[in-house]
């Protein structure tokens, strides 16, 4: 096998990745900075506070927890991202919401990928779910202990 050929189609291949990415996560970012600047985006908090209040994490992290969960981790890192910089989430937060994304996002495209090849809709949806919303709770509570105790990391 040629060696430069080898690079040149890793390296195409990256790109062609990423320029597919940006499609997604550069229109993402824009929709959102409009709902924010609209305050929409605090409206839409307001409405899905039981959610924040379930999982005690702020207003503000429901927003990335469902554009995780809709769109899985490589489209909505960037809102995370984007979020975590403009320093609207806490620690707590940050956490809690990536532990549910690790273990329930891309809900959408991931279930129905597994439903194609024989997978029970209902049943691997509510385990998928089910298991997201106990570990984050769990987590939610001992990060809860770390943070009044003053033992989570400060970034």
């Known amino acids: 096998m040629n060696f430069w050929l080898y690079i040149k189609d890793?390296?195409?291949?990256?790109?062609?990745?990423?320029?597919?990415?940006?499609?997604?996560?550069?229109?993402l970012m824009i929709f959102m900075?409009?709902?924010?600047?609209?305050?929409?985006l605090?409206?839409?908090?307001?409405?899905?506070?039981?959610?924040?209040?379930?999982f005690d994490i702020s207003n503000v992290a429901v927003f990335p927890l469902i554009i995780g969960l809709i769109f899985g981790l490589s489209y909505g890192a960037g809102v995370i991202i984007e979020s975590a910089e403009e320093n609207n989430l806490?620690?707590?937060?940050?956490?809690?919401?990536?532990?549910?994304?690790i273990a329930c996002h891309a809900v959408?495209?991931?279930?129905?990928?597994?439903?194609?090849?024989?997978?029970?809709?209902?049943?691997?949806?509510s385990v998928r779910v089910g298991v997201a919303v106990i570990i984050s709770l769990f987590a939610s509570r001992i990060l809860k202990k770390m943070e009044i105790s003053g033992n989570l990391i400060k970034g």
Do not use: C, H, Q
Request: no cysteine; net charge positive; hydrophobic share 55%.
């Open 33 to 40: 900075e409009i709902l924010k600047d609209s305050k929409i």
């Open 42 to 54: 605090d409206k839409l908090s307001r409405k899905l506070e039981p959610i924040a209040n379930f």
């Open 90 to 101: 806490s620690r707590k937060d940050l956490y809690t919401l990536m532990i549910f994304l």
């Open 108 to 125: 959408i495209e991931d279930t129905l990928l597994f439903v194609v090849v024989g997978a029970n809709l209902w049943f691997l949806l």
């Open 10 to 27: 890793s390296f195409m291949g990256a790109l062609g990745s990423v320029i597919t990415m940006a499609k997604i996560v550069i229109p």
